[in-house]
């Protein structure tokens, strides 16, 4: 084979990976890139029971309860349309409290509550969760403000 | 006075940089030897100014000069020293500094260690390197001055994110800095030998010890930077595809896949054209992953500062560099010959094979970061994550492997595929008897992907070391030494990636002191809690005792309170054992005087940074094996002169 020949195949198959990269990245991004919701898309859209997701939101005032073993608790996620119940168990986040921002990653299970296996709150008061940006709770009138 | 002289120093290395560009290129391009002479030290001047700029910065953080901005709004004088030190970078300005000064000093090793190049292509590297550093110091020196007087000095500074408070910030970013930085050596060669039209063996020969170099550089850092996340954030995980750990990634992938075709090209002399771009690449995704952490676009532990300026700043740098090496290389690629060809049963063909798939992971990994940001644009909110990552890289990766596995087995140039399928018999036996007592030990208890791992992973790394079979291990070539064990580590770390998602074992309690919790063969007994203080925290600790069987260990997970910035953390207590790693977390109090304890058993997890190092080490000896030969060779020449 003379090498101007194979120096067109390499790039061939080189231009054949990338577009092959390019397709498969988009083919899976159309299933998990609608990864982030907020309570009002999964009203709205739906979401099928155990598919992966971040629902994002303001923790309710008054919603958060610890069950009897220590461990679990519910709470309600809003984004000022809609609500959804949630339940985490493990350790919280500290900034992790009523009235402020989360975002949780898990799955519904078959009744409509999220379960959440992992909660992402604020780190510090400059860390927020990127999805949570333009959000924002009023604390007297429990009013959420979402941007979005 | 420190401060103005640090500051007068970055000033200086600019304008050297500045002169060292115009050398070099008024110098080629008129031919004068006398303006090229000035280039090297040049060079070397530029690196020692910015060595002394950092130096004074970091006198600066140790002496807690409250009358610098900087340490005013990432210092505390009652923070322990280590921290002061390590705090130098632990911020956007000071990180810059460090990324100037790994370009100044690698520009520097290049002018004073770098033999083997021809004249005129090192000349043009030098200016390519004076080139990119240029963008650099202006973005520090007119965005990120971090010098900067603040008056009057407040009596003390706001100290520094809890988070970072670790022994882990003074390894993990000056390593990472010098690989990821460092790959701009690789870059300015690219442009230097397109400039001068010099793109084969001899030049690829004298690139290797760089891109080498940096990658080792860059694979230890990221390793200590997986670890070091793993025990700090407390949630037991190594990896979490966070867009700032990816940024390390790509240039990672670029660099690794460029390690390989530069050796095609020393060896072989074919892949010229791809050798180049994949120079160039490496960097640009280095800049790529600076952009992202840097600009504010993202939120993380790594993104200091929000400020749209210095995102544009650094966007404009991207589009000015990515673009113009690009633009080179399209111009110049034309008078690059093709090089000598190879058949398809050949080691270059299986190199071309790792390079075709670690692009494609890269695109992957890059789309997947890069898609968020880009439907933000239009308004839409995204987050990519695990899922996609796992799901489209893990096979790709895998299949990688066994492309790294059958490689090393294949001959230069030419072989024949039934040899090659013999070589492979022991390998094929092994991965056969992993599926088997994998399949018996683990049925319904792993997953596919971690399945595929494990035996894959067993496979390699017989394959790894059947290079070694049959040959005098004291007469091997040290560089052969290399490839087998940084090809071992990469078996060893997917052991225990495979072994940690398959294996783990978790177990969430509200537990009273004195209590007894059984879980995974272990048994804690939850002692007491009380609350301790550190320098510059308080905290309260759970003490447990743990054991299996054997003489029971004290281990201590705690949660720490910071005043300066408030912040509390949790400290993760970790029992290292042969087989695995027991990782305890210590939650909040709950109802009943009862605290929560959060406790997993990680099966093999140790091996996943075992892995990294051993792929670090394996560079580390190819390049010394690689160096020492020229040397001897030299040392030879000249005796048979004399």
Redesign the interface.
């Known amino acids: 084979m003379k090498a101007k020949h194979q120096r067109l195949i390499l790039a061939l198959a080189a231009l054949a990976a990338i577009i092959g990269a390019g397709l498969l990245a988009v083919s899976a991004l159309k299933d998990e890139a609608a990864y982030f919701y907020a309570p009002n898309d999964v009203k709205t859209k739906g979401v099928e029971p155990g598919k992966a997701i971040r629902l994002g939101g303001m923790v309710v005032k008054g919603s958060l309860k610890r069950a009897a073993n220590g461990v679990t608790i519910r709470f309600d996620v809003t984004d000022g349309k809609a609500t959804v119940p949630a339940t985490f168990s493990g350790i919280a986040p500290d900034l992790f409290k009523e009235g402020s921002g989360v975002v949780a990653e898990g799955a519904f299970d078959g009744k409509g509550t999220f379960v959440a296996t992992n909660l992402l709150a604020k780190h510090d008061e400059r860390y927020m969760p990127r999805e949570l940006e333009g959000m924002s709770y009023n604390e007297t009138t429990h009013e959420m403000k979402a941007e979005r | 006075m420190i401060a103005e002289a640090g500051l007068a120093a970055l000033w200086l290395a600019a304008a050297l940089a500045l002169l060292q560009l115009f050398l070099a290129f008024a110098g080629l391009k008129g031919g004068k030897s006398e303006l090229l002479a000035a280039v090297r030290p040049a060079a070397v001047a530029q690196g020692v100014l910015t060595a002394i700029a950092f130096g004074l910065l970091i006198t600066l953080f140790i002496r807690s000069d409250m009358s610098v901005l900087l340490v005013v709004t990432n210092s505390h004088s009652m923070k322990p020293w280590l921290y002061k030190f390590a705090g130098t970078w632990g911020n956007h300005e000071g990180s810059m500094l460090l990324w100037v000064t790994v370009m100044g000093v690698a520009g520097a090793a290049v002018a004073l260690f770098e033999r083997a190049l021809r004249r005129d292509t090192h000349m043009a590297t030098l200016g390519g390197q004076a080139a990119i550093s240029l963008g650099f110091y202006a973005f520090l020196l007119f965005s990120s001055n971090p010098f900067a007087r603040i008056d009057p000095p407040p009596p003390d500074g706001q100290g520094l ?3 970072l408070q670790d022994p882990g910030l003074a390894f993990h970013p000056p390593t990472l800095y010098l690989g990821y930085v460092g790959l701009s050596v690789a870059f300015s060669f690219a442009i230097g030998a397109l400039l001068t039209r010099q793109v084969d063996a001899a030049f690829a020969r004298a690139m290797r010890p760089w891109v080498l170099a940096a990658w080792i550089l860059l694979t230890l850092g990221i390793t200590a930077g997986s670890y070091w996340a793993y025990y700090e954030l ?2 037991g995980g190594w990896w979490f595809w966070d867009p700032v750990e990816n940024a390390s990634l790509m240039p990672w992938l670029a660099a690794t896949a460029l390690l390989h075709s530069v050796t095609v090209l020393a060896t072989r002399d074919a ?1 010229r ?2 050798t180049v771009m994949l120079a160039v690449i490496a960097f640009s995704m280095s800049m790529v992953g600076t952009f992202l952490v840097r600009s504010g676009i ?4 790594h993104a200091f500062a929000v400020d749209p300026e210095r995102g544009s700043f650094i966007l404009a740098l991207l589009a000015i560099y990515i673009g113009g090496a690009l633009a080179l290389f399209g111009w110049r690629i034309g008078s690059v010959r ?5 058949e398809l049963v050949s080691r270059e063909t299986l190199l ?1 094979v790792n390079n ?2 670690l ?3 890269l ?2 990994v890059l ?2 970061t890069l ?2 940001l880009m ?1 933000e644009a239009f ?1 839409h ?5 695990a ?2 990552f796992d ?2 890289a893990g096979p790709i990766a895998l299949t990688l492997m066994i492309a790294l596995a059958t490689g090393p087995l294949v001959r230069w140039r030419r072989d024949r595929a039934a040899a090659v399928g013999k070589r492979l018999m022991v390998p094929f036996a092994v991965a056969i008897l992993a599926t088997v007592s994998v399949a018996i030990l683990a049925w319904g208890r792993i997953g596919i992907l971690p399945f595929c791992g494990l035996v894959i992973a067993f496979a390699v790394g017989a394959a790894s070391i059947a290079p070694l079979w049959k040959r005098n291990l004291l007469r091997t070539p040290l560089f052969t030494w290399g490839m087998v064990i940084a090809h071992l580590g990469c078996a060893v770390s997917l052991a225990g990636m495979a072994c940690n998602s398959a294996f783990t074992v978790e177990k ?3 537990a009273r002191p004195g209590d007894t919790i059984q879980t995974a063969g272990w048994s804690l007994r939850f002692v007491q809690i009380k609350p301790i203080a550190g320098d510059n925290w308080t905290a309260l600790q759970a003490d447990v005792q743990v054991d299996r069987g054997g003489a029971p260990v004290l281990i201590h997970p705690q949660s720490r309170f910071f005043a300066s ?1 408030p ?2 953390t ?1 400290e993760a207590a970790l029992l290292t054992r042969w087989n695995g790693q027991l990782y305890v ?1 210590l ?2 109090e ?3 005087g ?1 605290w ?1 304890l ?1 406790i997993w058993w990680k099966p093999f997890v140790t091996l996943i940074w075992l892995g990294g190092i051993l792929i670090a080490l394996g560079g580390a000896l190819a390049l010394v094996g690689r160096e020492r030969r020229g040397w001897l060779m030299k040392w030879r020449a000249r005796r048979a002169f004399a």
């Open positions: 994110n809890p988070l407390g949630w892949l054209a791809w993202l939120t993380s532990v093709e090089g000598a060809p190879f071309v075709l798939l692009s494609v992971i695109g992957i789309i997947g898609y968020p439907t308004g909110k995204v987050s990519v994550g899922p996609y799901r489209i969430l309690v509200a910035p912040t509390t949790s977390v939650g909040e709950v109802e009943g009862r929560q959060r």
